[in-house]
């Protein structure tokens, strides 16, 4: 997006993580295109620098670094708050999925892998964005679930029980955060994204005919939710938990 292109200044500020690519990528691109100031995060130097380019370097800046890595959450709220003076929205989307199979088999040190990145990570970031600017100005908080996280999920499990509890944690920060903070998750069915290809790759035809609208997800899907969720528009919507899922719960009856 070129200068020209830009639309006006929504004077609005949001850190997302895990955006180089995907989902986390979807999002930054929906609250660019809406005019606000963005900071994203993800692992790799090289993609996050792409990603900062591709979104419009006039706008949005990245801070690489591991989601779980405590360091990196601290540079990541100050930098954006040196770079953009406030901080209203964090969406917490970096996660991790590194095994498939059965959750009897499961590594304990594997899934306490997945839990810091996927659920203590994004406390801390909420905590810290709170005390650096939302528990005095206000603001949003969307965290990435996931409907793994609303049913059973066989092969995913430790992940699924992850996002379950990233569900709960989304209810006790809306709690605790009201009235100066909302905070929402969104449980999205299988997206099209490299994190998720191992669901689909080679099959799409066959995974996205379990879905009434006929297809999979794509990352401006998630976009658009997390755009609303940080809203005006959603302005009386806290602790709730937005399923993306081309309608594949409907399904899910006798």
């Known amino acids: 997006m070129t200068s020209a292109q830009l639309p006006p200044l929504s004077g609005r500020v949001a850190l ?14 929906a609250f660019v295109a809406r005019g606000d100031r963005v900071c994203i995060t993800g692992r790799n130097e090289d993609a996050l620098k792409e990603a900062v380019e591709k979104l419009g370097s006039e706008r949005v ?24 003076g406030r901080l209203d929205h964090l969406v917490n989307n970096a996660g991790t999925n590194p095994v498939f199979g059965p959750i009897a088999d499961l590594d304990l040190n594997v899934a306490r892998k997945v839990f810091e990145t996927n659920v203590i990570s994004a406390l801390g970031l909420a905590q810290k964005a709170w005390h650096a600017w939302q528990k ?28 379950a509890a990233m569900i709960n944690l989304t209810q006790q920060l809306a709690y605790e955060f009201a009235p100066k903070v909302r905070v929402n998750a969104i449980a999205p069915a299988v997206v099209k994204t490299k994190f998720a290809q191992a669901l689909y790759e080679g099959r799409e035809e066959e995974a996205a005919a379990g879905y009434p609208l006929g297809r999979l997800g794509v990352p401006s899907d998630i976009g658009g939710a997390a755009a609303f969720l940080t ?20 399904k899910a009856g006798v």
């Open 16 to 29: 997302v993580t895990g955006a180089s690519r995907g989902i986390g990528f979807g999002v930054a691109e």
């Open 61 to 84: 800046i990245g801070v690489a670094g591991k989601a779980h890595d405590l360091d990196h959450q601290s540079e990541a709220v100050e930098r954006t708050m040196e770079a953009f």
């Open 136 to 163: 005095e100005n206000g603001g949003a908080i969307v965290n990435i679930a996931s409907i793994a996280g609303l049913a059973p999920s066989p092969f995913i499990g430790a992940y699924g029980v992850s996002k």
């Open 231 to 250: 809203s005006e528009q959603s302005d009386w919507v806290t602790g709730q938990t937005l399923v993306v899922d081309g309608g594949l719960f409907l």
